[in-house]
């Protein structure tokens, strides 16, 4: 239980409506920026809020004849001396926090519809789930969040997301992408779908990435992978393989950068699609398996494409709708 912070009534309630606020499924893409200005007023803002989450991460797991000991635990009788949390804000915040658990745990039930997230072409979007867990979605990017007692699921359905987990080992957080299940062991990660092929890289803690069952009597292998590592997994092939990974390769995307090493050209141009106001399509199979390791800045993707033939042997055309990549030919000049 956390101290009793020093804050006065209206703080308290103010923290506890952040407190819900940040756990709606369908919150404003701003609430958390406006959080953070609000914590960054006064020290003894963050206090409350640390105070109240504390309190409601307890609620959560009573039962109603339980909450009457809480409350009392959060505003027991005065002593000589010391001044307490009035009894009257104390039910005040349960009641608002209480508010908030019954729209959790209606979003929460394994019967009810998923919550969706998704994000607009071009547009990287910052959300908190509703066990606090920070969610950061690119471009083009979609996933379905489903929590219940017994886990929290998400399926990353289209694009890339970085996840930010609070743990729970008495409720699993997985990730389900493409084939794939990734499942958090305390940790910050990055899963990225492109077509049928994942890539997930850790920046913090441990995942484990389950392939796909095949059978009863052929189970999908697992591999763990560290702070450091990136997982890859190749449908075509059938594997996952480990390599390695820095934070700013991981999401460098959140500050407008797609970096890759050793991707294919597949899928350097699915990524850069999920930013550019032009699809750019390949014309031509032997493009698609070259190699590429660089930086491609979400800004100025239009340079990037312009310079493409000074590193591969093709052609690009700019298009008023779309950019076309073709294979280099003698008698067609380059654009």
Same mark, same amino acid.
């Given at each position: %239980?956390?101290?009793?912070?020093?804050?006065?009534?209206?703080?308290? *309630?103010?923290?506890?409506?952040?407190?819900?606020?940040?756990?709606?499924?369908?919150?404003?893409?701003?609430? %958390?920026?406006?959080?953070?200005?609000?914590t960054?007023q006064?020290?003894?803002?963050?206090?409350?809020?640390?105070?109240?989450?504390?309190?409601?991460?307890?609620?959560?797991?009573l039962?109603?004849?339980?909450?009457?000991?809480?409350?009392?635990?959060?505003?027991?009788?005065?002593?000589?001396?010391r001044?307490w949390?009035p *009894?009257?804000?104390a039910?005040?915040?349960?009641?608002?926090?209480?508010?908030?658990?019954?729209?959790?745990?209606?979003?929460?039930?394994?019967?009810?519809?998923?919550?969706?997230y998704?994000?607009?072409?071009?547009?990287n979007?910052?959300?908190?789930?509703a066990?606090?867990?920070?969610v950061?979605?690119?471009?083009?990017?979609?996933l379905s969040?489903r929590?219940?007692h017994?886990?929290?699921?998400?399926?990353?359905?289209?694009?890339e997301?970085?996840?930010?987990?609070v743990?729970d080992?008495?409720?699993?957080f997985?990730v389900?992408?493409?084939?794939?299940t990734?499942?958090?062991?305390?940790?910050?990660?990055?899963?990225?779908?492109?077509?049928?092929?994942?890539?997930?890289?850790?920046?913090?803690?441990?995942?484990?990435?389950?392939?796909?069952?095949?059978?009863?009597s052929?189970?999908?292998?697992?591999?763990?992978a560290?702070?450091?590592?990136?997982?890859?997994?190749?449908?075509?092939a059938?594997?996952?393989?480990?390599?390695?990974?820095?934070?700013?390769?991981?999401i460098?995307?959140r500050s407008?950068?797609?970096?890759?090493?050793?991707?294919?050209?597949?899928?350097?141009?699915a990524?850069v699609n999920?930013?550019?106001n032009?699809?750019?399509?390949?014309?031509?199979?032997?493009?698609?398996?070259?190699?590429?390791?660089?930086?491609?800045h979400?800004?100025?993707?239009?340079?990037?494409?312009?310079?493409?033939?000074?590193?591969?042997?093709?052609?690009?055309? %700019?298009?008023a709708?779309?950019?076309?990549?073709?294979?280099?030919?003698?008698?067609?000049?380059q654009r």
């Amino acid at each position: %239980m956390a101290n009793t912070p020093n804050a006065d009534e209206q703080t308290l *309630l103010a923290a506890a409506d952040w407190w819900t606020r940040l756990r709606d499924p369908h919150g404003a893409e701003a609430t %958390m920026e406006q959080w953070l200005d609000w914590t960054a007023q006064d020290e003894r803002h963050l206090a409350a809020f640390e105070y109240v989450s504390a309190f409601g991460e307890q609620l959560r797991t009573l039962d109603a004849a339980a909450r009457r000991q809480l409350l009392d635990e959060f505003a027991p009788p005065a002593a000589p001396g010391r001044r307490w949390l009035p *009894l009257a804000a104390a039910a005040a915040v349960v009641l608002v926090i209480g508010a908030g658990f019954l729209s959790w745990w209606r979003f929460a039930g394994d019967t009810g519809a998923p919550a969706v997230y998704a994000s607009a072409t071009g547009q990287n979007r910052d959300i908190v789930l509703a066990d606090g867990s920070k969610v950061a979605l690119g471009g083009a990017s979609r996933l379905s969040v489903r929590f219940g007692h017994g886990g929290r699921r998400v399926s990353l359905e289209a694009g890339e997301a970085y996840f930010q987990v609070v743990h729970d080992a008495q409720h699993p957080f997985e990730v389900d992408a493409g084939d794939i299940t990734v499942r958090d062991i305390g940790t910050a990660f990055d899963v990225r779908l492109t077509g049928s092929r994942v890539a997930v890289a850790v920046t913090r803690g441990q995942v484990r990435v389950a392939e796909p069952v095949v059978g009863a009597s052929a189970p999908g292998r697992t591999l763990d992978a560290g702070a450091g590592q990136r997982v890859v997994w190749d449908p075509a092939a059938h594997a996952l393989s480990l390599g390695t990974v820095t934070p700013e390769q991981a999401i460098g995307w959140r500050s407008n950068r797609l970096e890759f090493v050793d991707e294919s050209l597949a899928v350097v141009i699915a990524s850069v699609n999920r930013y550019s106001n032009k699809p750019v399509r390949l014309d031509g199979a032997d493009l698609a398996d070259l190699s590429f390791t660089g930086t491609v800045h979400t800004d100025d993707i239009e340079g990037w494409l312009r310079a493409l033939p000074q590193v591969f042997p093709l052609q690009v055309d %700019m298009g008023a709708r779309a950019v076309t990549l073709s294979t280099s030919k003698a008698s067609v000049p380059q654009r």
